[in-house]
């Protein structure tokens, strides 16, 4: 196996846009950032460190930040190369480098076991105190614990290699006709 740090430190663009996705959310519903780690070599790679969240909608939405964050991004930054493998039929040396990029970043698109664990806990509260947001979110909860209890099989490579090699082909060859 290969250890998290070294994955992490050759992937960290993917941390950083994660944690930054947790800040966007968390500004976005006014909740103060006490401290953030953009990366750092350890465990863990990067933090966002907040004022507790006072609804599900709130912790739903900063959980989930980095899945929308780092997809979002990783398929932005692999255009580029799909334009030119689709219609050059050639990359360069420039076009591998957005390649890594958009993968790292596709990477490191699930929340946290950690955070991972506390949605899950708070959907489960929420669900119980008979909120609707948590029924509507849960399908999405659900999908992210078995994405994070599958990363055990790099799931989130797959993930990423998945994202960044067929959204953004399918975008260029339905505007390109092809």
Known sequence: MIPGWLVALVTFPGVIVHEMGHQFFCRRY????????????GNP?????????ESYRQSFWISVGPL??????AIA?????????????????????LAWLAVSIGMHAFPSGGDAKNLWTRSKEAR???????Y???????????????????????YAVAVVGL???????????V
């Open 77 to 97: 930054v692999c255009f580029p190369v799909a334009i030119s493998v689709l219609t050059l039929q050639t990359a360069t040396p420039y076009q591998w480098v």
């Open 68 to 73: 929308i964050a780092n997809t979002l991004v």
């Open 167 to 177: 959204v953004p082909n399918l975008v260029v060859r339905l505007l390109a006709g």
């Open 128 to 134: 119980s105190a008979g909120n609707m947001a948590a």
């Open 45 to 53: 790679a990067g933090y966002v460190i907040h004022e507790p969240t």
């Open 30 to 41: 006014g909740l103060p950032v006490y401290s953030v780690c953009y990366f750092r070599v």
């Open 136 to 158: 509507v979110g849960f399908p999405v909860v659900v999908f992210i614990r078995a994405a994070n209890l599958a990363s055990m099989l790099w799931f989130d490579a797959v």
